[in-house]
C-alpha cells in the first residue's frame, strides 16, 4: 500500500510549487457502523458526527486533504434484521476520533478563481487511523472495557458533491465508507490474547463504518497557476 500513495505523490506533485490554494474548515454528519453487533444497514446513521478538515489544492482536479472527525459508534442488535441478532440483543458503544489523509479526485474542473457558480461531483480515498477503546463481551453478554485503547488502520472510500456558494466559501455534500484492518471495534474479538474464547461473529470480516454528513470550508492562499498540472 504505502508503493501505491509514493507513486501518487510522484505524479501529482509539480515542479511548481507555488501554484496553489488552500481550503479549511468543518464536517457535521452522522455516523453507523456495520459489524457483528447491530443492524447491517449500509447509509443509516444513528450517531452524530463532527470535525475538522483542510485542502491543498493542487489543480482543478485534484486536492490533497486531511481530516479529523469525532463521533460515536453504536450497534444494536433489536435493530437488526436479523432474527438471531434480535434474539441475542447485545449492545455496545464506543466512542472514535479519526484522523484521515488521502486524494481527492473531482469530476470536473473546479476552479474556485473562475467566474460564477461551479459544482462537481467528487471521489475521496486515502488512508485512516481510527483511535477506540477496546472492549468485549462476557458470556451471559455483558459489554465489558478492556481498559485498553488501539488505533485501527483503515482505508476511506467517500463520493460526494461540492459547489461554490460564495467567492469564499464551498458546501459539499459526502457519503463515505470506512473498512478497516480490525474486528475489535464492536467488542466481537477482544484485543488481549487472554480473552480469545470470547470472540464472536464472523472474525474473517473486519468492521466498517460509515459517515454521512455536509462539509463547509473557507479558501485563502494567492491565486493559483495551475499551467504545470
Not at 56 to 65: G, I, K, L, V
Not at 70 to 81: A, P
Not at 102 to 127: A, Q, V, W
Request: hydrophobic share 35%; proline share 3%; aromatic share 16%.
Amino acid at each position: 500500500m504505502k508503493y501505491f500513495f509514493l507513486l501518487l505523490l510522484c505524479t501529482f506533485i509539480p515542479k511548481n510549487v507555488g501554484a496553489q490554494i488552500y481550503e479549511v474548515g468543518v464536517f457535521a454528519g452522522g455516523s453507523n457502523f456495520i459489524g457483528d453487533v447491530g443492524a447491517t444497514d449500509y447509509i443509516s446513521p444513528n450517531q452524530a458526527a463532527f470535525g475538522v478538515l483542510g485542502r491543498w489544492n493542487r489543480s482543478e482536479r485534484h486536492s490533497f486533504r486531511a481530516s479529523v472527525i469525532f463521533s460515536d459508534l453504536k450497534g444494536i442488535d433489536r435493530d437488526s434484521d436479523d432474527p438471531r441478532r434480535v434474539e441475542r440483543n447485545y449492545e455496545f458503544d464506543t466512542s472514535i476520533i479519526e484522523i484521515s489523509l488521502g486524494m481527492e479526485f473531482t469530476f470536473f474542473e473546479f476552479d474556485l478563481h473562475t467566474i460564477g457558480t461551479k459544482g462537481t461531483p467528487y471521489l475521496y480515498s486515502g488512508i485512516t487511523f481510527t483511535h477506540h477503546d477496546n472492549s468485549y463481551f462476557l458470556a451471559n453478554g455483558e459489554y465489558t472495557s478492556e481498559n485498553t485503547n488501539s488505533w485501527a488502520l483503515g482505508i476511506p472510500m467517500a463520493l460526494g458533491y461540492k459547489t461554490n456558494i460564495s467567492n469564499q466559501l464551498v458546501l459539499a455534500g459526502e457519503i463515505g465508507a470506512r473498512y478497516t484492518f480490525s474486528d475489535e471495534l464492536d467488542g466481537s474479538v477482544p484485543d488481549s490474547k487472554d480473552r480469545e474464547a470470547l470472540s464472536f461473529g464472523n472474525t474473517n470480516n473486519n468492521d466498517w463504518y460509515m459517515f454521512t454528513g455536509i462539509t463547509l470550508t473557507y479558501t485563502f492562499g494567492r491565486r493559483p497557476c495551475y499551467c504545470n498540472f
